[in-house]
């Protein structure tokens, strides 16, 4: 079968650098993505990565190691804003996306 | 550009009740999805469109079907709703495969009672 795992939840202070991690076991892979969720709202795009290596986007870098079927978002500098759920999804050999169930990010003062 | 738009919000049905959800985008995509929300879980596919006029399954379609008859709207039908159903449900569209974001509707809050 398909699956993705992440933590479910992590707490992180502000000004501090967090990593999310997400493993994967997919049929296929086409890309991995990052999406931003915050409570009550839907998730937002937030990064790609189809080949190994990292990718950096202002305070948010995410990395892909295709070998070992991993990849992690990387937050810099928290912000109390981003306090949100965060979901990894892998885009399959059909073209779908297999989400993660995401990570609870929880960011102190 | 209003993006991805979903009515209603919120519905309250009880069990054996039908109803629709609408979704619209006006980004001319060809891709839109259907999927549901539910705690502790990632977000499942339940039926996708790859064109107006076309439909396919994604992974829990039973008890739900759809309908794109104009490119920017796909509607998600329950014909006789049942607790289970009882989640989040968010649209989405993208322009192409691959590498294309797919941007998300504000969600539709759906409880079977």
């Known amino acids: 079968g398909q699956n993705i795992d992440q933590p479910t939840e992590m707490t992180a202070t502000e000004g501090a650098i967090v990593q ?13 993505f990052w999406y931003q969720q915050h409570a009550g709202e839907a998730p937002t795009f937030l990064s790609y990565n189809v080949l190994d290596g990292l990718e950096e986007k202002g305070r948010f870098s995410s990395f892909l190691s295709r070998s070992k079927g991993c ?39 | 550009n209003a993006g991805v738009t979903q009515t209603p919000k919120f519905r309250v049905l009880k069990t054996g009740q039908s109803m629709t959800l609408l979704c619209a985008q006006d980004m001319n995509h060809e891709y839109m999805y259907w999927y549901r929300q539910d705690p502790g879980m990632g977000l499942r596919l339940i039926h996708y469109s790859v064109g107006e006029g076309t439909t396919a399954k994604g992974e829990v379609p039973d008890g739900y079907n759809v309908s794109r008859l104009k490119k920017q709207n796909f509607l998600l039908g329950l014909e006789s709703a049942a607790p289970s159903q009882t989640s989040v449900y968010f649209c989405a569209s993208t322009a192409g495969l691959a590498a294309d974001t797919q941007y998300f509707g504000p969600g539709t809050r759906l409880t079977v009672l």
């Open chain 1, 71 to 109: 990849s992690y978002l990387l937050l810099k500098e928290l912000q109390m804003k981003d306090s949100a759920s965060y979901l990894c999804a892998v885009m399959d050999s059909n073209y779908q996306l297999i989400w993660g169930a995401g990570t609870k990010l929880i960011i102190k003062p």
């Open chain 1, 20 to 32: 999310i991690n997400c493993t994967y076991q997919t049929s296929g892979f086409n890309g991995l």
